[in-house]
């Protein structure tokens, strides 16, 4: 059960559908478990349990044997939850016997200065969490202190007329420059892709000129950076629910609210890995482009034309690379050029922080998806090199990763996205 200081006793769909609620949600005494599968029987109860009880918070969709699920449970679900696992002869582990605690421990690590800090690109802290005030007021300072190389980009307003912004990295050149694009935050409580998008604007600003490396990347690639599409949606993990995943948008003739802006692109949509009920995480909207976040999206994609060469779609958790397809278990007609790429920028994450990214097509390392960015950027828009990266950790904070794990986090997909960004150079603009 969720409780709030004006709301009251509010289950997980009473929580959805009073959404108007300003209180912050409270998880005191939510239970967070962790359980293996070891066999399609297990996987097989598991969905049942997921599809049938709206009480349970699943982190990880039970998709197949030898897998680890984590899994939120209120109070009033725990008992019997944990049963139905025993019962089922499925193994799990009690991650936290309250969640409030984690929640309160990150809000407190993650505490500010006031105004004055987040302003000054210098101060800014990139290894804490930031709200969105915050992060734009960074972006507003590098553009002040970098005006050589940032300038800022604004695609889109959120339903909340919040700005979708993000900068363009470049030392110049002309408007046929090749680009890289990444974007995070379209999940909201998906805090550490933020982090992450901030770590990669940070290095390639505070290195350009100390590193020949990034001085070739910047002099190379125009890098167009959004660090939080979601804005609405991000904001709301911050004031009232940490754990919130769609926008904000008001849904017509239902009372729960927020789209998942990542199943609401224009490619198989509404098909196997998204919902129609609005109520649910998943939800992919009422037709195509029909959330401002997808179209911002869409529109910046466009504006570059034949330009991109590389989509960086950063979410967490569970430590993968993936390219397309999400919509099935099929390659793409580039697959062995877009493998030989993934390869390296796996294999470079691997050699910084000896840390393991399972790899491969979405459709096959993940779940199926539809309407999802990865496949809507390689389908329409054409270009070649698109990625999902899913960072930290592997479901053992999910979510709720610690502070500590944020230069980390950067610090690998850094060395990733240059590797990719110099195999791109070598095997694709080799005049340059």
């Not at 559908?17 to 478990?33: E, P, T």
């Not at 049938?52 to 990880?60: K, P």
């Not at 407190?108 to 915050?134: C, K, V, W």
């Not at 300038?151 to 110049?172: C, L, M, N, P, Q």
């Amino acid at each position: 059960m969720y409780r709030g200081s004006t709301c009251g006793l509010l289950s997980w769909t009473l929580f959805a559908i009073f959404s108007a609620c300003n209180a912050r949600v409270s998880f005191q005494g939510h239970k967070l478990v962790r359980a293996y599968l070891n066999s399609m029987s297990s996987v097989e109860l598991l969905r049942d349990l997921q599809t049938n009880n709206t009480h349970l918070d699943f982190w990880d969709d039970p998709v197949s044997p030898d897998q680890n699920v984590t899994i939120r449970l209120p109070p009033s679900e725990a008992f019997t939850f944990e049963k139905r696992l025993e019962l089922g002869g499925i193994q799990y582990t009690v991650l936290t016997e309250n969640l409030q605690e984690w929640i309160d421990r990150e809000r407190n690590d993650n505490q500010g200065d006031g105004d004055i800090y987040p302003r000054d690109a210098d101060s800014f802290r990139i290894d804490m969490y930031h709200t969105l005030d915050e992060i734009y007021g960074f972006l507003d300072s590098s553009v002040q202190k970098f005006p050589s190389l940032v300038s800022r980009v604004t695609i889109g307003k959120t339903e909340d007329g919040a700005a979708i912004r993000g900068v363009k990295i470049s030392s110049g050149g002309n408007s046929s420059r090749p680009a890289i694009w990444i974007d995070s935050g379209i999940h909201a409580r998906e805090w550490i892709s933020t982090a992450s998008a901030l770590y990669i604007i940070d290095r390639l600003l505070k290195n350009y000129n100390d590193s020949d490396d990034v001085t070739k990347l910047v002099d190379t690639f125009d890098w167009y950076i959004f660090p939080v599409i979601n804005a609405d949606g991000y904001k709301y993990t911050w004031t009232t629910h940490r754990l919130w995943r769609k926008n904000r948008v008001r849904n017509v003739g239902s009372l729960c609210r927020g789209v998942d802006p990542n199943r609401n692109f224009d490619v198989r949509f509404g098909l196997a890995g998204s919902s129609a009920n609005p109520c649910a995480e998943n939800f992919a909207g009422t037709y195509p482009f029909s959330e401002p976040e997808s179209r911002a999206i869409r529109d910046g994609i466009n504006n570059l034309k034949d330009r991109l060469k590389a989509y960086i779609n950063l979410h967490s958790y569970s430590q993968m690379v993936m390219i397309p397809y999400g919509y099935s278990k099929g390659y793409t007609s580039d697959y062995k050029s877009q493998y030989e790429a993934l390869e390296k920028l796996v294999t470079a994450i691997r050699k910084r922080n000896s840390a393991f990214y399972r790899h491969g097509t979405a459709g096959q390392t993940l779940y199926i998806t539809s309407g999802a960015a990865l496949d809507w950027v390689y389908d329409k828009a054409k270009v070649k090199h698109t990625f999902v990266v899913e960072l930290r950790d592997r479901g053992l904070f999910g979510f709720i990763l610690p502070r500590e794990f944020i230069t980390p986090t950067g610090d690998e997909l850094f060395s990733g996205v240059k590797a990719l960004a110099f195999h791109i150079i070598k095997a694709e603009l080799k005049s340059r």
